[in-house]
């Protein structure tokens, strides 16, 4: 009745919550939705949804989600929220659309790609139907549980759903966001609703001269200009604002023609692993660092990788230094289990960690992130080189599992693969040791009896968490990888 009634008066179309309460011409008085206690709702005509609600509150909120535009009206709307990524997750970024409104979609079919501070992940449709319209443009910042977009389903598909007012009302547009939001209960496409958030524009201020009032890009450069923002709209002819934001491919920057010469500033927002190193890096600089520093001699173990390379049987594998370093750090760590430890601040409580997760800082288009290679106690050189590229390939196309970057135990930060000597690294927490090593490189070393002679050395840098670590254990610690390293077939005689 809900539906013919707003045909019948020609209303317009909104996706926002609904009150349940008799259709009058006015807004029903608060008290009355307080004092209702059974509330029948007939849906639609092929798909009946039948409402009885009886609570101790009293009354609930629901979204009918109802659409009359053409070509819905045989189906019911959707939305698809954000789900859960993972354990402590609680936004993500939308890199990109791999639909656009309009297509038709089946069961499990992706429907973007979001980036969170721990991997990247793909969406995927629970439902088959139709893409009715997007809430959010590539860049967005969603917070788990906020709809992404809207789908036209058929009602066999759509559980009935019941949302307790003491809940989140409207995953998109809360109580307390409406006077900050831009976009709820306007109708625009993506791309205009980023040209409105381009120039700080509300929408809902925008006269809207489309189809059911919607807000066209002509209609944001009428009221920017009317508004003095910009003085000149012959900076947006010939631009197309459409399926650039749904790809997320392209950055329609708009500029205006009188600002075309001149080298303004950009701002940029740090999302993804770049946010989550803003938050580690905050929170490591209160843990009290010490540093330790040390110079290897590295001539065996370049013999031992160019033995490697010069038999190496293995299509597509590279021999290179670090495997071996990994492998003898974890034989280190054998002998002192502390330097592989984390530490509970609220219990006072060291974990000596049983499982040697090596994490390998590594920087990439996406920012620094830190995967790590598991059991590293139980694997052998080739197993580390095998498993190290695969991470790498995946970092570097941004599509690391959750599962490779948590759970690392201690962190090695090869710098001298850029071309750096030696760095002062910041605790990865709850880790409480991180080594930086830089190039290996030939240097004159003086003999006992004075003769110069050239070796190749590397320098290590050891962060350690003071509350954990004292000076001595991690020399001690230094000294027995520096032997190893020195002397690799020390490790044959070590490893399991």
Same mark, same amino acid.
């Given at each position: 009745?809900?539906?013919?009634?707003?045909?019948?008066?020609?209303?317009?179309?909104?996706?926002?919550?609904?009150?349940?309460?008799?259709?009058?011409?006015?807004?029903?008085?608060? %008290?009355?939705?307080?004092?209702?206690?059974?509330?029948?709702?007939?849906?639609?005509?092929?798909?009946?949804?039948?409402?009885?609600?009886? %609570?101790?509150?009293?009354?609930?909120?629901?979204?009918?989600?109802?659409?009359?535009?053409?070509?819905?009206?045989?189906?019911?709307?959707?939305?698809?929220?954000?789900?859960?990524?993972?354990?402590?997750?609680?936004?993500?970024?939308?890199?990109?659309?791999?639909?656009?409104?309009?297509?038709?979609?089946?069961?499990?079919?992706?429907?973007?790609?979001?980036?969170?501070?721990?991997?990247?992940?793909?969406?995927?449709?629970?439902?088959?139907?139709?893409?009715?319209?997007?809430?959010?443009?590539?860049?967005?910042?969603?917070?788990?549980?906020?709809?992404?977009?809207?789908?036209?389903?058929?009602?066999?598909?759509?559980?009935?759903?019941?949302?307790?007012?003491?809940?989140?009302?409207?995953?998109?547009?809360?109580?307390?966001?409406?006077?900050?939001?831009?976009?709820?209960?306007?109708?625009?496409?993506?791309?205009?609703?980023?040209?409105?958030?381009?120039?700080?524009?509300?929408?809902?201020?925008?006269?809207?001269?489309?189809?059911?009032?919607?807000?066209?890009?002509? &209609?944001?450069?009428?009221?920017?200009? +009317?508004?003095?923002?910009?003085?000149?709209?012959?900076?947006?002819?010939?631009?197309?604002?459409?399926?650039?934001?749904?790809?997320?491919?392209?950055?329609?920057?708009?500029?205006?023609?009188?600002?075309?010469?001149?080298?303004?500033?950009?701002?940029?927002?740090?999302?993804?692993?770049?946010?989550?190193?803003?938050?580690?890096?905050?929170?490591?600089?209160?843990?009290?660092?010490?540093?330790?520093?040390?110079?290897?001699?590295? &001539?065996?173990?370049?013999?031992?990788?160019?033995?490697?390379?010069?038999?190496?049987?293995?299509?597509?594998?590279?021999?290179?230094?670090?495997?071996?370093?990994?492998?003898?750090?974890?034989?280190?760590?054998?002998?002192?289990?502390?330097?592989?430890?984390?530490?509970?601040?609220?219990?006072?409580?060291?974990?000596?960690?049983?499982?040697?997760?090596?994490?390998?800082?590594?920087?990439?288009?996406?920012?620094?992130?830190?995967?790590?290679?598991?059991?590293? +106690?139980?694997?052998?050189?080739?197993?580390?080189?095998?498993?190290?590229?695969?991470?790498? +390939?995946?970092?570097?196309?941004?599509?690391?599992?959750?599962?490779?970057?948590?759970?690392?135990?201690?962190?090695?930060?090869?710098?001298?693969?850029?071309?750096?000597?030696?760095?002062?690294?910041?605790?990865?927490?709850?880790?409480?040791?991180?080594?930086?090593?830089?190039?290996? +490189?030939?240097?004159?070393?003086?003999?006992?009896?004075?003769?110069?002679?050239?070796?190749?050395?590397?320098?290590?840098?050891?962060?350690?968490?003071?509350?954990?670590?004292?000076?001595?254990?991690?020399?001690?610690?230094?000294?027995?990888?520096?032997?190893?390293?020195?002397?690799?077939?020390?490790?044959?005689?070590?490893?399991?």
């Amino acid at each position: 009745m809900m539906i013919v009634r707003r045909v019948w008066h020609k209303r317009v179309w909104s996706s926002t919550p609904r009150f349940l309460y008799p259709y009058t011409t006015t807004p029903a008085p608060a %008290s009355s939705l307080l004092t209702a206690h059974k509330l029948p709702f007939t849906g639609y005509t092929n798909n009946s949804i039948k409402i009885k609600i009886e %609570s101790k509150v009293g009354w609930r909120l629901f979204s009918s989600q109802a659409l009359a535009d053409e070509g819905m009206s045989g189906g019911i709307v959707v939305d698809v929220p954000l789900a859960q990524t993972g354990e402590g997750i609680a936004e993500c970024e939308l890199l990109k659309w791999f639909v656009k409104e309009g297509d038709e979609i089946e069961d499990f079919q992706p429907l973007c790609e979001v980036q969170s501070d721990k991997a990247t992940i793909e969406i995927t449709s629970r439902y088959k139907g139709k893409v009715a319209q997007f809430l959010y443009v590539p860049g967005d910042i969603v917070k788990v549980g906020e709809t992404l977009l809207k789908m036209v389903v058929e009602g066999a598909q759509v559980p009935i759903l019941k949302h307790d007012v003491t809940e989140n009302i409207d995953s998109h547009c809360s109580e307390g966001e409406v006077k900050k939001s831009t976009t709820c209960g306007v109708l625009s496409t993506p791309a205009v609703r980023h040209l409105g958030k381009q120039y700080n524009i509300n929408l809902n201020d925008v006269h809207g001269s489309g189809k059911d009032g919607r807000v066209l890009k002509e &209609d944001i450069i009428k009221h920017a200009i +009317q508004k003095g923002i910009i003085k000149d709209s012959s900076g947006f002819e010939n631009v197309d604002s459409g399926d650039q934001f749904l790809r997320g491919e392209e950055d329609c920057l708009f500029v205006p023609a009188e600002l075309g010469s001149h080298c303004d500033d950009k701002t940029i927002p740090l999302r993804g692993f770049q946010r989550a190193m803003v938050k580690t890096m905050s929170m490591a600089a209160k843990v009290p660092h010490f540093h330790y520093v040390e110079e290897i001699n590295c &001539d065996a173990l370049v013999e031992l990788k160019e033995s490697f390379q010069n038999n190496n049987t293995e299509p597509g594998v590279k021999h290179t230094f670090l495997p071996s370093l990994i492998k003898s750090l974890s034989v280190a760590i054998s002998k002192y289990p502390w330097i592989n430890s984390c530490f509970n601040e609220d219990s006072m409580e060291v974990i000596l960690k049983g499982s040697h997760n090596i994490g390998i800082a590594m920087a990439t288009p996406s920012g620094l992130v830190v995967p790590n290679i598991k059991n590293v +106690q139980s694997l052998s050189i080739l197993e580390i080189t095998t498993e190290l590229l695969r991470l790498q +390939q995946l970092a570097l196309a941004n599509k690391l599992n959750p599962e490779d970057i948590t759970g690392g135990t201690i962190t090695l930060s090869n710098i001298g693969a850029i071309g750096g000597k030696f760095g002062a690294p910041i605790l990865n927490l709850p880790e409480v040791a991180i080594i930086a090593i830089g190039r290996i +490189q030939k240097v004159a070393h003086f003999a006992d009896d004075g003769n110069v002679y050239p070796v190749s050395a590397m320098t290590v840098n050891i962060g350690a968490d003071h509350r954990v670590l004292d000076g001595a254990t991690v020399a001690r610690f230094c000294n027995e990888w520096k032997k190893l390293i020195e002397k690799p077939e020390l490790l044959m005689l070590l490893m399991r």
